[in-house]
C-alpha cells in the first residue's frame, strides 16, 4: 500500500500562473514532510518542508500547506517559471523512514 | 564539497550476477537511505539506516541486502540480479536532528539482461 501518493501525473501551468501540486498521505504518524525537485540524470534536491505541528511555511515563491485532518499538503509556485519544469516529489517522515510519492511532472510554458 | 557520492553511475548485469552498489556521504549524517526510481512508481524506499549499527527495511527490500559499514557508508548488494531489478538507484543521507532534509547521490543506473 503506498502510503504517500501523488494522483497527478502530470501538470502543464502557463508561465506566471500559479502551480499547485498535491499530496496525500495515509499514515498519521508521519511527523515531518518535504517537497523534492528532480531534473533528468540528476539526484532529486529539496525544495521546502513543513512539520506536523504547522499548517503553512513560505519561502520565497514556493509555500507548502499541511491539513492534518485531510492527511493532505500540496506546494504552490507562484508565479511559475519555465526553470520550474521537472518532477516534483513529495515525501513524508516516521522516525527515521522517508517514504516518497510518485511525482508529478510540471511543465510551464512560456 | 562532494555530499552524497554513489559508484558506479552505470552498469549492465546479466540474470543471476551479484553486485554490490557502494554509497558514501561526507557530511557526517546519522542516516542513510536506498531508494529505486522506477517509470510511474516514484521514489521506492528499499532500506534504510536509523543510524550507524542498524538497518530497516523500507517498502521493496526482497532481493536485496545492505550493509552500514561505518557512519560515512552504505552499501546496497543484489545477490542473484533479475530483470525487474532493472532500474535507477539512489542513495540519501540525512543529518543529525531527524527533521531535516535528505541530501541525494546522483544515482545508479542499472540494466539486467
Known amino acids: 500500500d503506498q502510503q504517500v501518493k501523488q494522483n497527478s501525473p502530470s501538470l502543464s501551468v502557463q508561465e506566471g500562473r500559479i502551480s499547485i501540486l498535491n499530496c496525500d498521505y495515509t499514515n498519521s504518524m508521519f511527523d515531518y514532510f518535504l517537497w523534492y525537485k528532480k531534473y533528468p540524470a540528476e539526484g532529486p534536491t529539496f525544495l521546502i518542508s513543513?512539520?506536523?505541528?504547522?499548517d503553512k511555511n513560505e519561502d520565497g515563491r514556493f509555500t507548502v500547506f499541511l491539513n492534518k485532518s485531510a492527511k493532505h499538503l500540496s506546494l504552490h509556485i507562484v508565479p511559475s517559471q519555465p526553470g520550474d519544469s521537472a518532477v516534483y516529489f513529495c515525501?513524508?517522515?516516521?522516525?527515521?523512514?522517508?517514504?516518497f510519492g510518485q511525482g508529478t511532472e510540471l511543465s510551464v510554458k512560456p | 564539497n562532494a555530499g552524497v557520492t554513489q559508484t558506479p553511475k552505470f552498469q549492465v548485469l546479466k540474470t543471476g550476477q551479484s553486485m554490490t552498489l557502494q554509497c558514501a556521504q561526507d557530511m557526517n549524517h546519522n542516516s542513510m537511505y536506498w531508494y529505486r526510481q522506477d517509470p510511474g512508481m516514484g521514489l521506492r524506499l528499499i532500506y534504510y539506516s536509523a543510524s550507524e549499527g542498524t538497518t530497516d527495511k523500507g517498502e521493496v527490500p526482497n532481493g536485496y541486502n545492505v550493509s552500514r559499514l561505518n557512519k560515512r557508508e552504505f552499501s546496497l548488494r543484489l545477490e542473484s540480479a533479475a530483470p525487474s531489478q532493472t532500474s535507477v538507484y539512489f542513495c540519501?543521507?540525512?543529518?543529525?536532528?531527524?527533521?531535516?532534509?535528505?541530501?541525494f547521490g546522483q544515482g545508479t543506473r542499472l540494466t539486467v539482461v
Open positions: 513543513i512539520s506536523s505541528i504547522k
Open positions: 540519501a543521507s540525512r543529518g543529525g536532528v531527524l527533521n531535516t532534509e535528505a541530501f
Open positions: 515525501a513524508a517522515s516516521q522516525g527515521g523512514k522517508l517514504i
